[in-house]
């Protein structure tokens, strides 16, 4: 699946040709855009705010413009730049989806964009570092990070040992078609939860 579907990507991550230097450089993250020039754009996975102003040089935002960037549960830094108008507050929790500004061209830019880079740390100087290996491949990083979300709750060992150990036999005990059902039904929803097929119904 494509993270970015709604966004056209007019920049993707790694070496390239810098549009405002000439010069080849290492891209750090993806340009997206989105229309209008102005739209609103939504984080693309929860955290907490820890910066959401004109980033300042040597703050490790220099050059973004309005930067958003959100810290997610692994400790990576999402930074949004380039935005026209904030809509969050350093603090702040967001989920994912959530508005957290709109697209502009502040800062060093031909144009409304999103820059979106992924740090894999978010302190010193907000994760910045020159080198390659501080950032992350957003695209992959945020597929990676939805498979996990989407993982199964229960183990599917865990549930099938219940399934055999308790619901088998209770099934195989049980005196009526309405208790049969019922233990069925339980041992679906196991199943559902570790990521498996239904068998009853
Ligand atoms: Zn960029």
Known sequence: MNPFEIYRLTSPFGMRMHPVDHVKRFHRGVDLVISPSNGALKAFVAGEVLHAKMGVTGSGFGNMGNVVA???????????????AIAVKVG??????????????TGKSTGAHLHY????KFSPSFGWTETVSGVVEPTKYLQDYYSKEEAPIVDKKDAN???DKYLKPAWGAAKS????QEIGRLADTLRE???QAKQNG
Not at 117 to 120: A, D, I, S, T
């Open 161 to 163: 040992a219940i399934i």
């Open 92 to 105: 702040q929790q967001v989920v994912k989806g959530q508005v957290i500004g709109n697209q502009g061209n």
């Open 177 to 180: 078609a309405a208790d049969k």
């Open 117 to 120: 880079e992924v740090r894999k």
């Open 70 to 84: 959100i810290k997610d549960d692994k400790g990576y830094l999402h930074v949004y730049a380039h935005l026209s």
């Open 193 to 195: 939860a570790s990521g």
